[in-house]
Protein backbone atom coordinates (compact mmCIF):
# COMPACT_ATOMS: atom_id res chain seq x y z
CA UNK A 1 0.00 0.00 0.00
CA UNK A 2 1.66 3.61 -0.96
CA UNK A 3 1.71 5.59 1.73
CA UNK A 4 -0.42 8.57 -0.19
CA UNK A 5 -2.48 8.07 -2.32
CA UNK A 6 -3.97 10.28 -5.22
CA UNK A 7 -6.19 10.12 -8.00
CA UNK A 8 -3.89 10.76 -11.12
CA UNK A 9 -6.64 12.30 -13.19
CA UNK A 10 -6.58 13.91 -15.59
CA UNK A 11 -9.09 16.62 -13.82
CA UNK A 12 -10.43 19.74 -16.03
CA UNK A 13 -12.70 22.31 -15.12
CA UNK A 14 -13.69 25.34 -17.19
CA UNK A 15 -11.80 28.94 -15.79
CA UNK A 16 -13.67 30.18 -12.84
CA UNK A 17 -14.73 27.27 -11.80
CA UNK A 18 -13.59 25.30 -8.18
CA UNK A 19 -11.04 22.42 -8.62
CA UNK A 20 -11.21 19.80 -6.20
CA UNK A 21 -8.28 17.94 -5.36
CA UNK A 22 -8.29 14.63 -2.85
CA UNK A 23 -5.58 12.92 -0.94
CA UNK A 24 -5.47 9.75 1.20
CA UNK A 25 -2.42 8.73 3.51
CA UNK A 26 -1.84 5.57 5.21
CA UNK A 27 0.43 6.26 8.23
CA UNK A 28 -1.95 7.72 11.10
CA UNK A 29 1.30 9.14 12.46
CA UNK A 30 1.86 11.74 9.85
CA UNK A 31 1.65 15.13 11.20
CA UNK A 32 2.47 17.72 8.18
CA UNK A 33 0.75 17.26 4.99
CA UNK A 34 1.75 19.81 2.10
CA UNK A 35 0.15 20.71 -1.63
CA UNK A 36 2.57 21.50 -4.27
CA UNK A 37 2.29 22.58 -7.89
CA UNK A 38 4.33 20.66 -10.36
CA UNK A 39 4.69 22.32 -13.72
CA UNK A 40 5.89 19.81 -16.71
CA UNK A 41 9.71 20.12 -16.72
CA UNK A 42 10.16 22.12 -13.51
CA UNK A 43 10.50 21.17 -10.19
CA UNK A 44 7.48 21.17 -7.46
CA UNK A 45 6.55 24.50 -6.09
CA UNK A 46 5.30 24.19 -2.47
CA UNK A 47 1.50 25.92 -2.30
CA UNK A 48 0.06 24.71 1.00
CA UNK A 49 0.92 23.00 4.36
CA UNK A 50 -1.54 22.11 6.68
CA UNK A 51 -0.56 20.47 10.50
CA UNK A 52 -4.44 20.62 12.03
CA UNK A 53 -7.71 19.27 11.18
CA UNK A 54 -9.84 21.65 9.52
CA UNK A 55 -9.49 24.05 6.68
CA UNK A 56 -6.31 26.74 6.17
CA UNK A 57 -7.24 29.37 3.61
CA UNK A 58 -4.72 31.08 1.52
CA UNK A 59 -5.91 33.17 -1.00
CA UNK A 60 -7.48 31.25 -3.65
CA UNK A 61 -6.46 27.89 -2.19
CA UNK A 62 -7.95 25.99 1.01
CA UNK A 63 -6.49 22.90 2.05
CA UNK A 64 -8.38 20.72 4.39
CA UNK A 65 -7.60 17.75 6.67
CA UNK A 66 -9.19 15.20 8.16
CA UNK A 67 -7.21 13.12 10.72
CA UNK A 68 -9.68 10.98 12.03
CA UNK A 69 -10.73 9.88 7.88
CA UNK A 70 -6.66 10.33 6.67
CA UNK A 71 -7.75 12.70 4.03
CA UNK A 72 -6.52 15.94 2.45
CA UNK A 73 -7.75 17.81 0.09
CA UNK A 74 -7.12 21.00 -1.66
CA UNK A 75 -9.81 22.97 -3.19
CA UNK A 76 -8.54 25.69 -5.91
CA UNK A 77 -11.48 28.73 -6.49
CA UNK A 78 -11.79 30.88 -9.39
CA UNK A 79 -9.62 28.47 -11.50
CA UNK A 80 -7.19 30.10 -14.18
CA UNK A 81 -5.53 28.59 -17.34
CA UNK A 82 -2.11 29.59 -15.12
CA UNK A 83 -3.43 26.56 -12.60
CA UNK A 84 -3.08 23.41 -15.20
CA UNK A 85 -0.59 21.70 -13.42
CA UNK A 86 0.13 18.31 -11.68
CA UNK A 87 -0.54 18.57 -7.92
CA UNK A 88 1.37 16.75 -5.55
CA UNK A 89 0.42 15.53 -2.28
CA UNK A 90 2.67 14.93 0.67
CA UNK A 91 2.66 13.97 4.17
CA UNK A 92 4.93 12.83 7.18
CA UNK A 93 6.36 13.23 10.48
CA UNK A 94 8.19 16.16 11.63
CA UNK A 95 11.49 14.96 11.96
CA UNK A 96 11.20 11.99 9.35
CA UNK A 97 11.24 11.14 5.49
CA UNK A 98 8.07 12.86 3.56
CA UNK A 99 5.62 10.74 1.31
CA UNK A 100 4.46 12.00 -1.88
CA UNK A 101 1.93 10.84 -3.63
CA UNK A 102 1.99 10.25 -7.96
CA UNK A 103 0.16 14.12 -8.40
CA UNK A 104 -2.93 14.84 -9.98
CA UNK A 105 -3.12 16.49 -13.33
CA UNK A 106 -5.27 19.43 -13.45
CA UNK A 107 -6.56 21.01 -16.86
CA UNK A 108 -8.16 24.76 -16.63
CA UNK A 109 -10.65 24.88 -20.30
CA UNK A 110 -10.39 28.99 -20.47
CA UNK B 1 18.82 34.60 -5.33
CA UNK B 2 18.65 32.03 -2.10
CA UNK B 3 16.92 29.38 -2.89
CA UNK B 4 18.13 25.99 -3.09
CA UNK B 5 20.39 25.54 -6.34
CA UNK B 6 21.68 22.58 -7.89
CA UNK B 7 23.80 21.54 -10.13
CA UNK B 8 24.27 20.21 -13.05
CA UNK B 9 20.75 21.17 -14.17
CA UNK B 10 21.19 18.76 -16.98
CA UNK B 11 23.77 15.42 -17.61
CA UNK B 12 23.95 13.39 -20.04
CA UNK B 13 26.21 10.32 -19.53
CA UNK B 14 26.95 6.91 -21.16
CA UNK B 15 26.07 3.85 -19.28
CA UNK B 16 28.24 2.50 -16.64
CA UNK B 17 29.64 6.11 -16.04
CA UNK B 18 29.76 7.68 -12.85
CA UNK B 19 28.00 10.98 -12.33
CA UNK B 20 28.17 13.14 -9.46
CA UNK B 21 25.28 16.11 -8.40
CA UNK B 22 25.61 19.08 -5.93
CA UNK B 23 23.12 20.26 -3.36
CA UNK B 24 23.58 24.53 -2.01
CA UNK B 25 20.53 24.26 0.52
CA UNK B 26 18.71 27.53 1.37
CA UNK B 27 21.47 29.73 3.76
CA UNK B 28 21.02 27.96 7.41
CA UNK B 29 18.57 25.29 6.49
CA UNK B 30 20.09 22.07 8.50
CA UNK B 31 17.74 19.73 7.03
CA UNK B 32 18.82 18.35 3.45
CA UNK B 33 17.22 15.78 1.40
CA UNK B 34 17.39 13.75 -1.78
CA UNK B 35 14.81 12.65 -3.87
CA UNK B 36 14.16 10.81 -7.18
CA UNK B 37 11.43 11.80 -9.98
CA UNK B 38 10.59 9.86 -13.01
CA UNK B 39 7.83 10.77 -15.35
CA UNK B 40 4.51 10.31 -14.33
CA UNK B 41 5.67 9.60 -11.02
CA UNK B 42 5.73 11.58 -7.48
CA UNK B 43 9.02 12.47 -6.11
CA UNK B 44 10.71 8.98 -4.34
CA UNK B 45 12.90 9.81 -0.97
CA UNK B 46 16.27 8.65 -1.23
CA UNK B 47 18.01 10.15 1.93
CA UNK B 48 18.49 13.11 4.12
CA UNK B 49 20.58 14.68 6.35
CA UNK B 50 20.38 16.61 9.34
CA UNK B 51 23.40 19.12 9.13
CA UNK B 52 26.42 16.50 8.35
CA UNK B 53 24.71 13.52 9.85
CA UNK B 54 22.89 11.13 7.33
CA UNK B 55 19.99 10.13 9.59
CA UNK B 56 17.92 8.03 6.91
CA UNK B 57 18.26 6.55 3.51
CA UNK B 58 15.82 4.84 1.79
CA UNK B 59 15.86 0.80 0.53
CA UNK B 60 15.71 2.51 -3.13
CA UNK B 61 19.47 3.86 -2.57
CA UNK B 62 21.49 0.99 -3.76
CA UNK B 63 24.74 0.69 -3.08
CA UNK B 64 25.68 2.20 -6.35
CA UNK B 65 24.60 5.52 -5.06
CA UNK B 66 26.01 7.95 -2.03
CA UNK B 67 25.30 11.28 -0.88
CA UNK B 68 27.68 13.23 1.80
CA UNK B 69 26.74 16.52 3.52
CA UNK B 70 30.43 17.04 4.97
CA UNK B 71 30.39 20.58 6.05
CA UNK B 72 26.99 20.64 7.20
CA UNK B 73 26.41 22.85 3.95
CA UNK B 74 26.39 21.51 0.38
CA UNK B 75 25.93 17.90 -0.29
CA UNK B 76 26.97 15.70 -3.64
CA UNK B 77 24.84 12.99 -4.57
CA UNK B 78 27.14 10.39 -6.45
CA UNK B 79 26.28 7.29 -8.50
CA UNK B 80 28.27 5.24 -9.79
CA UNK B 81 28.11 2.84 -12.83
CA UNK B 82 25.15 4.37 -14.10
CA UNK B 83 22.16 2.14 -15.71
CA UNK B 84 19.24 2.90 -17.51
CA UNK B 85 17.37 2.59 -14.90
CA UNK B 86 18.80 5.42 -12.90
CA UNK B 87 17.69 8.11 -15.72
CA UNK B 88 15.54 10.74 -13.50
CA UNK B 89 15.31 14.20 -12.52
CA UNK B 90 17.16 14.19 -8.76
CA UNK B 91 15.73 16.42 -6.52
CA UNK B 92 17.54 18.33 -3.63
CA UNK B 93 15.46 19.71 -1.28
CA UNK B 94 16.14 21.49 2.41
CA UNK B 95 14.17 22.89 5.29
CA UNK B 96 14.35 24.57 8.82
CA UNK B 97 13.72 22.07 11.58
CA UNK B 98 12.09 24.69 13.50
CA UNK B 99 9.43 25.18 10.93
CA UNK B 100 7.18 22.23 11.09
CA UNK B 101 9.94 20.57 8.67
CA UNK B 102 8.25 22.61 5.42
CA UNK B 103 10.58 21.20 2.33
CA UNK B 104 11.69 23.49 -0.64
CA UNK B 105 13.14 22.05 -3.65
CA UNK B 106 15.40 23.25 -6.18
CA UNK B 107 15.05 23.15 -9.73
CA UNK B 108 16.47 19.78 -9.87
CA UNK B 109 18.83 17.82 -11.82
CA UNK B 110 17.99 15.68 -15.12
CA UNK B 111 19.86 12.72 -15.84
CA UNK B 112 19.82 10.70 -18.77
CA UNK B 113 21.80 7.50 -19.04
CA UNK B 114 22.36 6.16 -22.25
Known amino acids: QKEVEQNSGPLSVPEGAIASLNCTYS??????FFWYRQYSGKSPELIMSIYSNGDKEDGRFTAQLNKASQYVSLLIRDSQPSDSATYLC??????????FGTGTSLTVIP | DTGVSQDPRHKITKRGQNVTFRCDPISEHNRLYWYRQTLGQGPEFLTY????????KSRLLSDRFSAERPKGSFSTLEIQRTEQGDSAMYLC????????????FGEGSWLTVV
Open chain 2, 49 to 56: FQNEAQLE
Open chain 2, 93 to 104: ASSLLSQSNTIY
Open chain 1, 27 to 32: DRGSQS
Open chain 1, 90 to 99: AGGNTGNQFY
